[in-house]
């Protein structure tokens, strides 16, 4: 005669069985065909995309649309005229202002960056901009040249002048004037242009 906790043991195999082998199946069925249970699925995907969307980064930031941007540049010596200090901010970009504009990354045209230029010249209704930039890296390299800080850099950073390349700046495409770089380092700026790019 078997004893009773054998027979209970036997019976709840059986029934483990039963659901490993016929419940589970169904069960897993009856899952996939529920459209409760998929509408359920979709909306947990789709607030977890949302969620992951909330989280990554921007996208590269784009121009205003309809504002032209700064695509072109050429060689500091091929731009070569007279400099003139005349900084005057009365909405008009004039040499010695930094202005801030969109200016199109040279090796990716489709993207660019929003960013500080000296204005050191005017070709019509085309500034002649040289690139700002807070660049530690900058410091050794002999296309550019220390500014210091200034209004241009909300974090007060030192800046340089990127030398060997003049931007073409479209008067329509500048964001805001930035500040009057000081006579002094516009000097500085402007010594070098001449001795090393032909300038006047």
Do not use: C
């Not at 019976?11 to 009856?30: D, M, Y």
């Not at 529920?34 to 921007?58: C, M």
């Not at 004039?94 to 200016?103: C, K, R």
């Not at 241009?152 to 479209?170: I, K, M, T």
């Amino acid at each position: 005669m078997s004893s009773p906790r054998k027979s209970q043991w036997k019976t709840f195999q059986r029934f483990a069985e039963n659901l490993v082998f016929n419940g589970a199946p169904r069960l897993v069925r009856t899952v996939q065909n529920s459209q409760t249970v998929l509408r359920e699925l979709q909306q947990a995907v789709k607030i977890t995309a949302n969620v992951i969307a909330a989280v990554a980064p921007p996208p590269p930031d784009a121009p205003v649309t309809g504002r032209p941007v700064t695509s072109g540049s050429l060689p500091t010596a091929q731009r070569a005229r007279k400099l003139v200090y005349a900084p005057s901010l009365d909405g008009r970009a004039d040499p010695g202002e930094i202005v801030w504009t969109w200016v199109v990354y040279e090796d990716d045209p489709t993207r660019g960056k929003d960013r500080p230029v000296l204005v050191v010249g005017r070709d019509r209704s085309v500034l002649l901009g040289l690139m700002v930039s807070s660049q530690e890296r900058h410091a050794a390299d002999p296309d550019w040249v220390g500014i210091g800080s200034g209004p241009w850099d909300y974090e007060g950073r030192q800046s340089w002048v990127r030398l060997d390349r003049v931007l073409d700046v479209p008067e329509e495409g500048i964001r805001r004037e930035g500040a009057i770089l000081d006579r002094e380092i516009f000097d500085v700026v402007a010594a070098r242009l001449r001795a090393d790019y032909s300038w006047r």
